[in-house]
């Protein structure tokens, strides 16, 4: 059995030449890349309270991460990250 770890995050959709051109849906699975891990990890994006995220949207969400990826410490409330598709970072967050 896979346990998750669930956290709670505003984010920020980048909206320029090199960002993602269409809105995306809960289930979106991003690579997110904590300052300081040796690693990115991937997690899944469930949107609260609206359908889809456009380019250019700020917003709060609910991100689940395999538990065990990278060590706990990263997903304390303040920690920032960014968020990237295909290697470009399309945007940036901060846990609550």
Known sequence: MVDFIKVLATINLFFNERSRKTP?????RPL???????????????LIDMD????GSKGDVEIS????????????SGMKFTFDEGGSVLGE???K
């Open 32 to 46: 997110f890349n904590f300052s300081g891990a040796q690693t990115k990890v991937s997690g899944s994006i469930k």
């Open 93 to 95: 967050g901060w846990i």
């Open 65 to 76: 991460f395999i538990k065990g990826m990278i060590d706990d410490s990263y997903f304390k």
């Open 24 to 28: 995306f849906t809960s289930g979106y």
């Open 52 to 55: 889809s995220f456009s380019p």
